[in-house]
């Protein structure tokens, strides 16, 4: 089989490390990759990945691209391509492709259309009040019923998140305290000096309090199939101080869910989910990521991700066991229900090393060293994200630049080593976090 693997970060080198091993591919692009996907070898014949020098989002050149190659596969990382309709562009050329179409990839670029749909569907999630730009000048008077509970939720804490309806580069989402920060947000989001079109609706969430997490689910169109749990950690400093990133470590699996209560929640979310896009006829083939709160009145799903968690899916298909190609192919063909998932009972750590100053300004070019002697330690894979190679140099070429991952027989074994391989690599002006997976430990009292 020919595989083409579309977008450059952590989640793509993930992706094809994974693909990589299965014995069906003899040939495989991505495109545009990056410098670690550049070094990886199909298990099949040796043969090395080729990166492809073109962007996620030119659709007609990635078209002509495997139409030219005959690619047999196309598999999708980012949301962008997914959600300017990539999958369905393929599709009307007879090319498969792996990832959701452009109706279901609404479920991350509209917080309202999804909003909405969890409330039709009686998914579990925040109380919410949903602001246009034409009510903007009058928000606070509108005769609507769900004013009232906008006002009622806004009172328990004094708290709201305000989030621009569309793609925002993981940015769209300001925690505010008070009405007056709350105008504030939404003035900023609706005269487009911040978030562009991203802001002609903007959705006010209730604040919720408690542990979040996050799920995975494959779906084929009938069946999903739930991943074991994970956790990312967004904020850019220890303790979750900072400001948010697009994800500075994550774990798998976490202590905060037993399998039966993952069971259950996956039942109270999935099951709607399901029903709700048959009803509304979207064909839902791809990854659902819910992240979800798990408050002291039930979990509540926060927002639909429509891909792959970055960096969750370094710490996922390490732990994995299944062939990846045959996962892949049954969600585009509907034939989920005949596949069991399987997952090592190892426990798996990413720890992502950024550029100082990420998720501000940052400086690329700086040149990595330490990469050949983490990478050989024992059950340990430096992940790639923002990195290029300048001659025989790998340098930094994005804010998150690598993924550091680890297995080990528990969380305290596969953390301690995810360290220990950050420890051999350096860069000038590196940046991680120290306390990746510690909440795991404070939350059980077990280190398991
Ligand atoms: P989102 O892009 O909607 O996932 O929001 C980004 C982050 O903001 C989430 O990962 C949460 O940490 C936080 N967040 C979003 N919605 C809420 C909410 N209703 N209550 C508390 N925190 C939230
Ligand atoms: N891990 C956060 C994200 O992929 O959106």
């Not at 179409?101 to 999630?125: D, H, L, V």
């Not at 009510?135 to 006002?151: G, M, V, Y």
């Not at 202590?255 to 029903?275: C, G, H, S, W, Y």
């Not at 006829?281 to 990854?287: A, E, K, L």
Request: glycine share 10%; charged share 20%.
């Amino acid at each position: 089989m020919k595989i083409l693997v579309i977008g450059s970060g952590g989640r793509e080198h993930a992706l094809v490390w994974k693909l990589a091993q299965s014995s069906h591919v003899a040939q495989m692009w991505c495109a545009p990759g990056n410098a670690g996907i550049a070094q990886e070898r199909l298990a099949k014949n040796g043969a090395a990945v080729e990166c492809v020098n073109i962007a996620a989002e030119e659709l007609p050149k990635l078209l002509a691209f495997a139409q030219e190659k005959r690619a047999d596969l196309t598999v999708v990382g980012p949301d962008n391509p997914l959600a300017l309709g990539i999958v369905d562009l393929f599709q009307q050329h007879g090319l498969k492709i792996w990832g959701v179409n452009q109706k279901a990839a609404q479920f991350e670029s509209s917080k309202f259309f999804s909003q909405s749909f969890m409330e039709k569907y009686g998914i579990p999630t925040a109380r919410a009040f949903t602001v246009t730009s034409d009510e903007f000048p009058h928000w606070e008077n509108s005769r609507r019923a769900d004013q009232r509970e906008f006002n009622l939720f806004l009172l328990a804490n004094n708290k709201c998140v305000v989030k621009a309806d569309g793609l925002a580069l993981g940015k769209g989402v300001l925690i505010c305290n008070g009405r007056s920060e709350i105008y504030s947000a939404m003035l900023e989001m609706f005269s487009g000096r911040k978030f562009g079109d991203a802001g002609k609706k903007v959705v006010l969430q209730e604040y919720l309090e408690g542990v979040e997490v996050s799920l995975h689910a494959l779906c084929d169109g009938t069946t999903a199939k739930i991943f074991p749990t994970a956790q990312d950690h967004k904020r850019a400093f220890d303790g979750d101080l900072g400001l948010n990133t697009g994800g500075m470590g994550t774990y798998s699996p976490t202590p905060f869910l037993t399998d039966v209560q993952l069971a259950e929640i996956a039942k109270k979310i999935l099951e709607p989910f399901m029903r709700g896009c048959t009803e509304e006829g979207i064909d839902y083939r791809g990854i659902l990521y819910p992240g979800v709160m798990l408050t002291k009145d039930g979990p509540k799903v926060l927002e639909f991700n429509a891909r792959f968690g970055d960096p969750e899916t370094q710490v996922y298909l390490t732990r994995l066991e299944n062939d990846l190609v045959e996962l892949l192919d049954a969600s585009v063909d509907g034939t989920l229900d005949k596949m069991e998932l399987k997952w090592s009972p190892l426990a798996s750590v990413c720890v992502v090393m950024a550029s100082g100053g990420y998720p501000g300004n940052y400086a690329k070019g700086k040149i990595i060293s330490g990469l050949d002697v983490a990478n050989a330690l024992p059950q340990t894979k430096v992940f790639h994200a923002g990195t290029a190679r300048a001659g025989d140099q790998i340098v930094t070429n994005g804010g998150r630049v690598l993924g550091v991952t680890a297995l080990g027989k528990d969380l305290k074994t596969a953390q301690a080593a995810a360290y220990a391989a950050v420890e051999y690599i350096q860069f000038e002006g590196v940046h991680y976090r120290r306390d990746i997976a510690a909440k795991a430990f404070a939350a059980s009292g077990n280190p398991t």
